[in-house]
């Protein structure tokens, strides 16, 4: 059976339904049933499997294309490609160099053109892309059956054929699949066999069969894997490959893509690798759904858990700061942002099937769409759509399977300035696999599309051959995943679980509290209790904004530890900006050692020491043309720590960038209280300067026992906020009652702010 | 007699004149002379002398501003302004305290106020703003003549009454006889009388009288001062004040506003301190010009020295990087740039009077206009403007009022980006007097809006109280003064001059030769001679576009140093990004030590030392996207050090910014011959990298002696670049004729440059 109208064998048929079709649009002489939920699918004249772009649709981006520019600069792209890729040549090389060599980018530009020849062929219906393809396909028959193991593979790591490494098999396979799906009704039945016998089903065999392991595993190389298998064999018409694609190579539904998102995604469409990740795994996930549910709409893919791969794509989307980078959390590389090709599939697709217009802004700004049936979808409701900015929410994204492994909470408040928000995100989530950070309980900060507070993210040079051939640096395990490198607390100079992922993926932190609803107040309480042995740590981060005053939103942060034994306890602030003012004194270093031997400590230079008698230490900086204090409750013990990363660098890997820490030597139980505070600004051009200290003239702790934290504030000499935080608290609607300095404090729920 | 048509004196008139303009705008009841040059000023209607806003425009601006943009906003400010200030009340407070504090801003805000109700009266007509004005000048003309010097006033230092510093008194008269000026035809003839006498006139005699010196010192302060008594000598029509003002204080042409224009300027527009403080001084400068072209139009003022104060205009916009921003040299704050206030009136007046379309782009970015009949013209210009980029042109500007002192070239070319240029300064100018600093012969460049090798610009946080009051900081001496803060040749540790300006200002470098003119190739070169005893300096700096090579354009740079004693020569090159990789082994220091005891080198921290056998070092770093190398010609005794600013800096003033050196020890003569090169990209979105590597393989000297200097650089292996160099050479259609390994050049002019 063939799939496309045209084809010689069906093309009396194909015709006469598109006659039909075009002046009946809404009838369909399909012999499937019309699907009811979504629209994404327009089942129309078909007489195979559809992967992702139906005639009828085809047909119709043909006649939009030139008058509507998202379609005609996409196809465009695409034709260029393809026609260059003619001009060029065909060469399938056997397979000798390791990731970036010859051969290797070689494969990858091959699928990457037979991909780009396909859609030029379904929208042109001019036979030399389907003959590239062809050509092509029969030249990969020819090799693959013969192949080895490639021969830069390596032990421990799945290995490929074409590739070193498996996983890029699987990417060759969901890319190739959709090419000769694309092409397959101008293939002849002869060739057809070829190419099905010789390149897929090996192909198949190799990634689901030999490489079984990574077929079978609950990782976004799985994903890949079973995407390429499955689409495979919609195509093929081959079920069991699709069954086994859907619940495992047994079919027991242990494994396999639905086991896959009931695993890999928390109930809030939390991928646990963190969004640098879930960007890269959303595109088989959306690809193999589109495949399913066009071929197998029973399954209602995109209704599963709670339609949960629709809310995957808004959940990653969100996950970014306001220049659309992903939030730079485990590891992540800070110039990647929601451009990235693998999200024009995934937000096309999330569009065409839950038509949210909340994505248009996004897609607006990818500039292009997929040429599918998908991509007309959003290309026709761009047409109608004005450019907003995209809406970043205040969120609690819950973590784990269940929503039950702690989490992250994205505040967000306006700063003041138009289309602008302070941001800080509290991430008290699970160690998301190889690629997390011993990070628990850290912050970062965003004001506007500056980071103020940072989380490093990676240390990578993606691809720049001379950073160790482009993989991840040394330094991201001796630096960028240690504690130390993050906005939270290090006990004794030690990472979080003593560095060790396996012992941090055991056991998570947990959320305490929360309320992400108030437009002034957005609060979030979480603890830890095993990063380190005897040590419970709890975190209340609230964010307020006074509306009475004119004045920014601000922090405050609020970390208790209590331990039965003595510690030092690090917290350390990786601030951008320029210093320029304490309110202590400091020594700076006249030459200048690393701050300690390991655990990332290496890697810092200790720039200068502060103490102070006040108990309150106010580091003021500048970034852009803002303003920012953290103003800390100290006591003459207290330490406050200038660094700066770079020392045991031998090749310049790392920024050199700052830090700040309060450090607490000899303590059991303490209580870290911080206000974290934008203010002011700086117009060089009207050269007038506003608001450059900080508003915080006193920090107290009220109280601190098992069920109570009580602190105040007092800000502009005058106005205090009082925090009572019910620790432990997980009922929002409980009565608490607390006397405090003889005053009376009564309130339902987790926590109460008091401002006089 | 007085100066606005609806005074009641000549109201009878005025509404005749009204009348008949209003029909018949062409038709002029003017008594003065219909002007023809140019078209600034719309002789007309008009009973008085006039600073810068004709009634007829007044009125057109009334009209207009409901249908134009620019001018409702720009008119609306003002009048906010002005409303704001009314509501709260006049205060005149007696002079107590210093720079930032209240007495001083409130004077300077009181001129604003001032001004703006002036503005408002013109426009709306409405009395309350014009007693406004008059209230708040007689609460003065109550103060001002009991007036002692400043409190604040310092020793050796120009005093004011008002303020700490005689620059805001005159600046405080530039904005008050304008606010007078805009409402003197609604004011009584007996409060006219107070105010004359009781404030312009006592403040015009503190100005040009009790600091004579500052009126006549040939410097911006004085051009201030003599801007303010001149355009208070037209509206009290008193020529005598004029006269001082444009001739100096005993009218005999050696001191005064002409003798400004000569003096501060070049032929080509540029103001000896540089484009940071030619900003500033184009206010006063362009303001009173205006004034003088209303009211002394045979002064022709707008044409003098060759329309001198149009190409000022021009010149200090062209010395602006692709952000707007001012090229940092000399004492500079990078935030400032052309969007500031200085130059919305200094452009407008220069497009009413010269009709330059180009620098409209400019205008429209201001996003507001003067309110002026020199802004009525342009915001009826820019009416039918679309915006277009502002064209930065490749420019030779010739320091010194003979265009005798050196200079600066601008290099610009293409980089291959839209709207994108490579950017080099080559400074070899003159001192710059009190803000310059000990630089010459150094180069900054910038790719598209991206610093690459910075000039530091000045050690200074304007106005932020924390950082000394917002005044230049000890490091600016300490630091951006000295030579190694420069990417140019410092010669053993120490600066030009011995860092001494009255030394530095006697003498300036020397333009060889230039062509900026080719497209492909634009080549300068200049020498000092006087920066260190007995040591000769030459440099060439020639950027080459190769239009056969898909290939950024690059710069060669040939610094040619001749002594007779030995040295030790230090390059360095501030290099803005991320070491990506080196040819030449160096060892990183495991503790940082500062490079040196003085001159700028105790702010470095040594962090590598790199030596080779081969003789070509290449650095190579990542800057955004790109990736930028040095190839620099070295052999075994040379040294590579890699630096980071930051040591002894106590309060953390500095950037801790990396630098990169080339040092030569125990040389008498040295050739340093360096390739600077940006190349490749880095595309995080396609996880893509092209070119990372330098592609400069080899660098020779062929020949170097009094007359020629010969140097040949190879790329991809391949492409051989043939430079020869005619030292000394100024003409420009000299025969030469030299015989290099055996091959012989011959041409015409200052070099000769081969590609094989």
């Known amino acids: 059976m063939t799939h496309i109208f045209l084809n010689a064998k069906n093309v009396r048929l194909g015709t006469f339904c598109l006659v039909l079709l075009l002046s009946m649009t809404f009838i369909s002489c399909n012999k499937k049933e019309i699907k009811e939920t979504g629209e994404t699918v327009t089942t129309d004249v078909q007489e195979g499997p559809v992967l992702s772009l139906y005639p009828k649709d085809a047909t119709e981006i043909k006649k939009l294309k030139d008058s509507n520019d998202v379609l005609k600069i996409s196809f465009d792209e695409h034709q260029k490609k393809a026609d260059k890729a003619i001009t060029n040549g065909i060469e399938v090389p056997v397979p000798k160099d390791p990731g970036g060599g010859y051969t290797h980018e070689k494969h990858k530009q091959n699928y990457g053109e037979m991909y780009a020849a396909g859609i030029a062929y379904q929208i042109t219906n001019d036979k030399k892309y389907a003959t590239?393809?062809?050509?092509?396909?029969?030249?990969?028959?020819?090799?693959?059956?013969?192949?080895p193991l490639h021969p830069f593979s390596k032990e421990n790591h799945p290995a490929g054929k074409l590739f070193w490494q498996g996983l890029n098999e699987s990417v060759w396979l969901v890319n190739s699949i959709q090419a000769y799906n694309l092409v397959s009704s101008a293939i002849s039945e002869e060739n057809k066999k070829i190419i099905e016998t010789d390149v897929f089903r090996k192909v198949v065999e190799f990634?689901?069969?030999?490489?079984?392991?990574?077929?079978?595993?609950?990782?976004?190389?799985?994903?890949?894997?079973?995407?390429?298998?499955?689409?495979t064999g919609y195509v093929l018409e081959d079920q069991?490959?699709?069954?086994?694609?859907?619940?495992?190579?047994?079919?027991?539904?242990?494994?396999?893509?639905?086991?896959?998102?009931?695993?890999?995604?928390?109930?809030?469409?939390?991928?646990?690798?963190?969004?640098?990740?879930q960007r890269y795994a959303m595109m088989p996930f959306m690809l193999f759904a589109q495949a399913i549910e066009n071929n197998q709409p029973d399954l209602k893919i995109f209704e599963y858990r709670n339609q949960l791969l629709g809310k995957a794509v808004t959940t990653v989307l969100q996950l970014t700061d306001e220049n659309g980078a992903f939030l730079p959390f485990n590891d992540a590389l800070k110039e990647k942002n929601y451009l990235t090709g693998e999200l024009i599939f995934a937000s096309?697709?999330?569009?065409?099937?839950?038509?949210?217009?909340?994505?248009?802004?996004?897609?607006?700004?990818?500039?292009?769409?997929?040429?599918?049936?998908?991509?007309?979808?959003?290309?026709?409701?761009?047409?109608?759509?004005?450019?907003?900015?995209?809406?970043?929410?205040?969120?609690?994204?819950?973590?784990?399977?269940?929503?039950?492994?702690?989490?992250?909470?994205?505040?967000?408040?306006?700063?003041?300035?138009?289309?602008?928000?302070?941001?800080?995100i509290f991430k008290f989530a699970s160690q998301g696999m190889?690629?997390?950070?011993?990070?628990?309980?850290?912050?970062?900060?965003?004001?506007?599309?500056?980071?103020?507070?940072?989380?490093?993210?990676?240390?990578?040079?993606?691809?720049?051959?001379?950073?160790?051939?482009?993989?991840?640096?040394?330094?991201?395990?001796?630096?960028?995943?240690?504690?130390?490198?993050?906005?939270?607390?290090?006990?004794?100079?030690?990472?979080?679980?003593?560095?060790?992922?396996?012992?941090?993926?055991?056991?998570?932190?947990?959320?305490?509290f929360s309320n992400l609803e108030d437009p002034n107040l957005q609060i979030v309480s979480a603890v830890e209790e095993n990063g380190y042995e005897g040590v419970k740590m709890q975190r209340t981060i609230t964010m307020i904004k006074d509306e009475k005053l004119e004045r920014p939103p601000f922090l405050i942060d609020v970390y208790t530890i209590n331990s039965e034994n003595v510690h030092q306890y690090d917290l350390n602030f990786m601030y951008q900006g320029q210093v320029m003012e304490t309110n202590f004194d400091y020594k700076k270093e006249t030459t200048l050692?690393?701050?300690?031997?390991?655990?990332?400590?290496?890697?810092?230079?200790?720039?200068?020491?502060?103490?102070?008698?006040?108990?309150?230490?106010?580091?003021?900086?500048?970034?852009?043309?803002?303003?920012?204090?953290?103003?800390?409750?100290?006591?003459?013990?207290?330490?406050?720590?200038?660094?700066?990363?770079?020392?045991?660098?031998?090749?310049?890997?790392?920024?050199?960038?700052?830090?700040?820490?309060?450090?607490?030597?000899g303590k059991k139980n303490h209580i870290f209280v911080n206000v974290i505070e934008p203010h002011g600004n700086f117009d060089?051009?009207?050269?007038?300067?506003?608001?450059?200290?900080?508003?915080?003239?006193?920090?107290?702790?009220?109280?601190?026992?098992?069920?109570?934290?009580?602190?105040?504030?007092?800000?502009?000499?005058?106005?205090?906020?009082?925090?009572?935080?019910?620790?432990?608290?997980?009922?929002?609607?409980?009565?608490?009652?607390?006397?405090?300095?003889?005053?009376?404090?009564?309130?339902?729920?987790?926590?109460?702010?008091?401002?006089?």
Do not use: C
Not at 365 to 379: D, E, F, P, T
């Open 684 to 756: 060089p051009k009207l050269e007038s300067v506003q608001n450059p200290h900080s508003s915080v003239s006193e920090i107290k702790v009220l109280l601190s026992n098992k069920e109570y934290t009580a602190i105040s504030i007092i800000l502009d000499a005058k106005k205090t906020y009082t925090l009572v935080i019910a620790n432990n608290s997980s009922e929002s609607n409980k009565q608490h009652s607390v006397t405090i300095d003889e005053q009376e404090y009564e309130w339902t729920g987790n926590y109460n702010l008091k401002i006089n």
């Open 132 to 147: 590239f393809v062809t050509d092509m396909l029969l030249e990969y028959a020819k090799m693959y059956p013969t192949l």
């Open 207 to 231: 990634v689901s069969v030999d490489s079984k392991e990574t077929f079978n595993r609950i990782h976004n190389h799985g994903t890949w894997a079973v995407a390429g298998v499955g689409m």
């Open 434 to 512: 190889g690629h997390g950070h011993f990070d628990r309980l850290s912050i970062f900060m965003y004001d506007g599309k500056q980071e103020i507070l940072q989380d490093y993210g990676a240390a990578r040079f993606l691809n720049v051959e001379s950073k160790q051939g482009g993989r991840y640096l040394p330094e991201n395990k001796t630096w960028a995943k240690q504690t130390i490198a993050h906005n939270t607390v290090t006990v004794d100079q030690k990472s979080q679980f003593g560095g060790n992922v396996k012992k941090s993926s055991a056991v998570n932190p947990k959320l305490i």
């Open 348 to 424: 096309n697709i999330a569009y065409a099937y839950y038509k949210d217009e909340a994505l248009l802004p996004v897609i607006l700004k990818h500039g292009k769409v997929s040429i599918s049936s998908a991509g007309l979808k959003v290309a026709q409701a761009l047409d109608n759509f004005e450019l907003t900015a995209y809406v970043k929410k205040p969120m609690l994204i819950l973590d784990g399977k269940d929503g039950k492994a702690g989490g992250l909470a994205l505040m967000r408040m306006s700063n003041g300035k138009q289309d602008e928000q302070l941001t800080s």
């Open 240 to 277: 069991d490959m699709v069954d086994r694609a859907l619940y495992g190579s047994n079919k027991d539904k242990k494994t396999g893509f639905l086991k896959q998102i009931n695993e890999l995604f928390s109930p809030d469409g939390y991928y646990s690798e963190g969004p640098y990740y």
């Open 593 to 665: 050692s690393p701050l300690g031997k390991e655990n990332g400590y290496q890697h810092l230079w200790k720039q200068a020491e502060g103490r102070s008698e006040k108990n309150l230490a106010t580091l003021t900086w500048l970034n852009k043309n803002s303003f920012y204090s953290i103003s800390s409750l100290i006591d003459a013990d207290s330490r406050m720590i200038f660094s700066r990363l770079g020392a045991n660098d031998p090749d310049f890997n790392l920024r050199n960038e700052p830090s700040y820490m309060i450090r607490e030597k």
